[in-house]
């Protein structure tokens, strides 16, 4: 079985071939991180870590808090990256706050170091090019989904194709995440009987 490492490696490699060759000088720059479920990482309104993370195992979510508690607006489980942006690109203390949903393994990369390989490997800026430019798109899709679809509707299509995901958050994380309430959620799985209450 692999190791969170080599998991890494044949993600770089699998998206920019060219990484392949350099391996020995980027992967040692991740460090592994093991984190306990409901554990934060990073806490709106603190100092951030600056650190970009690799979720080799497990579930995260990145989320905000306002009068109605916990606002999800972003996951990150097997093979995605997180990070908390705003506190990342302008060293203000974190905007959101980044927990784990489930015990998780991560390997994560502080700016620093991030920001010598970009300039040292181009080709692992050409990966993460890929990354942001698909995690752009999915956030642009989400605001479109949720401008121009019903509530039920996104339950279904949601539920529906993404129905390993969806069983393994807690009901009022993923109520959060769909700007509804835990009861419109129970509602609406019973409703189409993909979830139990």
Known sequence: MDGPHEILGKHLTR???????????????????????????VEEGQPSPNCLYFVVKGLLNLYYT??????TIHFAMENWWIAEYPSLTSDNHAAFSISAIEDAVLLYINKSRYNELLHTCPPLAIYFNIIHQRAYAAALMKQKVFAVTSASDFHQYFFTKFPEFVNRVPEEILASYMHISVTELRLLNEKFFLKPA
């Open 15 to 41: 998206l920019v071939p060219a990484l392949a060759s350099m391996q020995e000088e980027i992967l040692p720059s991740f460090q592994i991180k093991t984190v306990s479920k409901n554990e934060i990482i």
């Open 66 to 71: 306002d009068k109605n508690g916990q606002q």
